[in-house]
């Protein structure tokens, strides 16, 4: 006998048990923006203890996980059009079963800062006001275009900051702060990309939504994304950071060929692919500055662990947000 096959929607298997729901809304590729964040910030503040850094790691997984599942279950209009299937995945678990898991993930990620001391704590706690009125009313943030982008900005900025905050000090000024947060800021742009038509039809403003074409939106992202590359160039010009960081500056390279290919995406499920490769070169912005800032052994290992994991859930399809979206595509007519 065979065994049991699962219902799909598209070509994207529904999974019935509210784990495996609450893990794919979670979105555990994601994770990886907040985890090299703090790590990053962590060891440029001179941090050293692997059991500081293990529990760094394990509360910013659960605090980016609740904010995507606290996103999911907010944007259920958009993404009837954006993202149906994680409309599907929402109403099996519920309100009930969406609270019950934001509580779990809240809690668990509160309870293990206690590890890290006041001021972790504390950023903890902006941290988790951004992540639930990031979409959640009546502040949604990413109701307004550039409130958005800085809420977006930051899932970077502030795990950076709760880096250094376990050393005992938070400085807002520190140049690679700004430098990571910027960079954000603008990336966030790309990822409302794909979600141009869905967004419009729900009369969401987002980035990409202000212009009256799409075609201007990919622009405007395109050319705002590479602008951090200015602000570096200023920070090393100014003595603020030192001349190894220009070998960042190769990463651009890497985005004009996104770009490229941005400019050419005819369709929501192109720019998807796009988004894709963009997610891996924002990623690698962030763990090419951590190499830079600190050329160690461990940067590697940290590197190598982060490529590994991203690879890894991309692998098995452990993400609500799909890239396939057959849904689009014209269906045949019966005969």
């Given at each position: 006998?065979?065994?049991?096959?699962?219902?799909?929607?598209?070509?994207?298997?529904?999974?019935?048990?509210?784990?495996?729901?609450?893990?794919?809304?979670?979105?555990?590729?994601?994770?990886?923006?907040?985890?090299?964040?703090?790590?990053?910030?962590?060891?440029?503040?001179?941090?050293?203890?692997?059991?500081?850094?293990?529990?760094?790691?394990?509360?910013?997984?659960?605090?980016?996980?609740?904010?995507?599942?606290v996103?999911?279950?907010?944007?259920?209009?958009?993404?009837?059009?954006?993202?149906?299937?994680?409309?599907?995945?929402?109403?099996?678990?519920?309100?009930?079963?969406?609270?019950?898991?934001?509580?779990?993930?809240?809690?668990?990620?509160?309870?293990?800062?206690?590890?890290?001391?006041?001021?972790?704590?504390?950023?903890l706690?902006v941290?988790?006001?951004?992540?639930?009125?990031?979409?959640?009313?009546?502040?949604?943030?990413?109701?307004?275009?550039?409130?958005?982008?800085?809420?977006?900005?930051?899932?970077?900025?502030?795990?950076?900051?709760?880096?250094?905050?376990?050393?005992?000090?938070?400085n807002?000024?520190?140049?690679?702060?700004?430098?990571?947060?910027?960079?954000?800021?603008?990336?966030?742009?790309?990822?409302?990309?794909?979600?141009?038509?869905?967004?419009?039809?729900?009369?969401?403003?987002?980035?990409?939504?202000?212009?009256?074409?799409?075609?201007?939106?990919?622009?405007?992202?395109?050319?705002?994304?590479?602008?951090?590359?200015?602000?570096?160039?200023?920070?090393?010009?100014?003595?603020?950071?030192?001349?190894?960081y220009?070998?960042?500056?190769?990463?651009?390279?890497?985005?004009?060929?996104?770009?490229?290919?941005?400019?050419?995406?005819?369709?929501?499920?192109?720019?998807?692919?796009?988004?894709?490769?963009?997610?891996?070169?924002?990623?690698?912005?962030?763990?090419?500055?951590?190499?830079?800032?600190?050329?160690?052994?461990?940067s590697?290992?940290?590197?190598?662990?982060?490529?590994?994991?991203?690879?890894?859930?991309?692998?098995?399809?452990?993400?609500?947000?799909v890239?396939?979206?057959?849904?689009?595509?014209?269906?045949?007519?019966?005969?």
């Amino acid at each position: 006998m065979s065994p049991p096959q699962l219902p799909t929607f598209g070509t994207v298997p529904i999974l019935p048990h509210t784990f495996q729901i609450v893990l794919r809304l979670s979105r555990p590729r994601t994770w990886t923006f907040a985890a090299s964040s703090f790590i990053l910030g962590y060891m440029l503040a001179g941090g050293s203890s692997l059991f500081q850094m293990a529990i760094g790691l394990v509360v910013a997984g659960l605090v980016t996980a609740a904010t995507n599942v606290v996103n999911a279950f907010a944007d259920r209009k958009e993404d009837a059009v954006n993202q149906p299937s994680r409309v599907f995945w929402i109403d099996q678990i519920g309100l009930p079963g969406t609270v019950t898991s934001l509580l779990v993930l809240y809690g668990m990620a509160v309870a293990a800062s206690v590890l890290l001391g006041p001021l972790f704590m504390l950023v903890l706690a902006v941290g988790i006001f951004n992540s639930i009125f990031y979409s959640v009313r009546p502040l949604r943030f990413k109701a307004r275009p550039l409130a958005s982008l800085v809420s977006f900005s930051g899932a970077v900025g502030l795990s950076f900051l709760s880096g250094v905050a376990v050393m005992g000090s938070v400085n807002l000024l520190n140049p690679i702060f700004l430098l990571l947060t910027y960079f954000m800021f603008t990336y966030g742009t790309v990822k409302n990309l794909p979600d141009y038509s869905g967004d419009k039809k729900a009369g969401t403003r987002t980035s990409a939504t202000i212009f009256h074409s799409l075609a201007n939106a990919v622009r405007f992202s395109g050319i705002l994304v590479f602008t951090p590359y200015i602000l570096l160039t200023a920070f090393i010009a100014a003595g603020s950071l030192t001349p190894i960081y220009l070998a960042d500056l190769g990463m651009g390279l890497i985005f004009a060929i996104i770009f490229f290919q941005m400019l050419r995406a005819k369709s929501s499920q192109e720019l998807e692919k796009t988004h894709t490769f963009g997610f891996f070169y924002a990623i690698s912005f962030i763990l090419f500055t951590l190499v830079l800032t600190s050329p160690t052994l461990a940067s590697i290992i940290v590197i190598l662990a982060a490529y590994l994991w991203t690879l890894l859930v991309s692998r098995v399809s452990l993400d609500s947000r799909v890239e396939n979206r057959d849904w689009e595509k014209p269906r045949r007519k019966k005969t």
